[in-house]
């Protein structure tokens, strides 16, 4: 086990000493650390490299790889930069309530794209990076679900 | 058939108008009360929990809740189908509405709730302004009529202020205004809000108390004129100006508060002619000062810290009184027991800016033991239905005192599991912690003061790698697996650990 590489929302974590984990129901990941003087239930949930813990109510993103797994990620994540158009997608179901763009408007990261309308909530989609409006896929007064495409830049 | 053989059941069936927790918790007071309780369920919800406990659910329309739960003519049809006698809206969805009420009075149906035209009067929230203010109660310093585009008002109030929407409720429609040149801006923006939330656009103007704690008093009629006054509830814990935590009593109020509090929410109930369950919401300065917020014409998300303290079942209570029965001295003059709080377990982020989550949830384990309830509608390996209130689990706790309560809260938290999406639940657990919270001594701003965006991992890093690593080890699979292939690899995996284990 020493030779995987350990990432606790992106940052390397040397995991706990002394410490072992027993599941309680593995279908779900339930499971409880232990260490001879305190237990703490954890959910251990993912599978390959990537995981998610939730540890006092807190859910965290972790992932596990050996060194050549993490090689492999570095050298996508390199490629991936300055590929082209990308596509802006919704995270959360909802009503799209305004549309603050146009096709061929400049934007910078962090600009306010569209506004959905989710659980009672505005939510605010902004641009994960600078780029051209290519193209508008939605409208206000339309639904759209997780996943689904709201907009191109490139 | 009805267990109770004291009684007539107050009426033979009765039709749920809502989903979720707040739909099964009236199912079990039918229950108790010998009601065959009756469903209603949106295509999204055709095999919820609420759906399968009913004697029997009907279908009201698509998933979004405008063309389900919000149907007026969907739900009273689905009542005269099933031959139901009464109609409890719960929270939410219809619960306020007068026209609905009215409908169901019409259709010859009664409606488990205050009258039509309590709903009507106190559902407008400025009109309510102005009525609280003619009876003598304190309201917090602003407008008494609707904002125009004359805004010299506002700046003589001093900001800050909070623009608020006639029709509004929930925190919709409002928005916290800091400086005079923010104003035209803000007051455009809450409008709008309000305009697609209400359909009316109506905005008003409240000076910010701030540091507030928002206290509320639960009240139950009946139709004979008696009015009980149950406590009051500390809401204070919020955030976009929406509640977390509930407790009661508040430890911020004394008794000679507690009395003036009790006082102005009668005089507001005696504004109407009211009956059934209400509450009426308060903010408290630093100096025990109270002012009149708004009365909320129905069951409340928090009803539940008041029955713990009470020992009243409020929804049982609500059928009764709207059957005609009057409320008994014991309800009338409660005896207070010991401390109760409610937090609300949300699928939301509270590590970032509280922002709904959205996903399957997997495991969902909640606490049980002394001294605690748990109000839910979740499932584990369920989707979360995205189109309705992001609510997972109310979990309540009572014990003796406020410290054995939070202890309790502690201990209840810690056996809770929600896995598959964020939820607030390490924002609750940090909370118990809190030394502000631990004293009693917040306020409404908490949330932004204390918590922000969250502590650091701390120790529970290494933890956290020391699990996934484990986690990895044994290949546990993902919690969206297929539900067939997952009881198999649970014995296989379990078998296989337990080899390496040995």
Known sequence: ???????????????????????????????????GARTIPVVVEGGGTDWHIVIHGRRVAASVRTWRERLLAEAATAAQVDAGPITVSATLPGLVVAVAVGVGDEVEEGAPL????????????????PGRVIEVSVAVGVTVATGASLLRLE | ?????????????????????????????????????IAVHSDADADALHARMADRSERIGPPPAGESYLSIDAVIEAAHRTGAEAIHPGYGFLSENATFARAVEAAGLAFIGPPPAVLEALGNKLAARRSAADAGVPIVPGTTVALEEDLAAVDALGFPVLLKAAAGGGGRGMRRVDRAGDLAAALAAARREATAAFGDGTIYVERMVSPARHVEVQLLGDRHGGLAVLGERDCSVQRRHQK????????????????????SARRVAGTVEFHNAATVEFLLDADGNHYFLEMNTRLQVEHGVTELVTGIDLVAWQIRVAAGERLTSSVLAPTLRGHAIEVRLYAEDPYDGFRPTAGRIGAFLMPAGPGVRVDTGTEPDSDLRSEYDPLLAKLMVHADDRPAAVARLRRALDETLIGGLQTDAGFLRWLVDDEAFASGAYDTGLVADRWRGGPPLGEDAALVALAAQAGRGVSVPVATSAAGTRAESAWGRRARQDGLRR
């Open chain 2, 244 to 263: 977390l935590v509930e407790e009661s009593p508040s430890p911020a109020v004394d008794e000679p508060t507690r009395q003036a509090l009790f006082d």
């Open chain 1, 1 to 35: 086990m020493t030779d995987y590489d350990v990432r606790v929302d992106g940052e390397p974590v040397p995991p706990a000493a002394g410490w072992q984990l027993d599941w309680d129901d593995p279908a779900r990941g339930v499971a409880r650390l232990r260490n």
């Open chain 2, 1 to 37: 058939m009805s267990l109770r053989t004291d009684t007539v059941p107050p009426f033979g069936r009765l039709l749920v108008a809502n989903r979720g927790e707040i739909a099964i918790r009236v199912i079990r007071a039918c229950r108790e009360l010998g009601i065959s309780p």
């Open chain 1, 114 to 129: 569209l506004t959905i309308e989710a659980m009672k909530m505005q939510n605010e989609v902004r641009a994960p990076r």
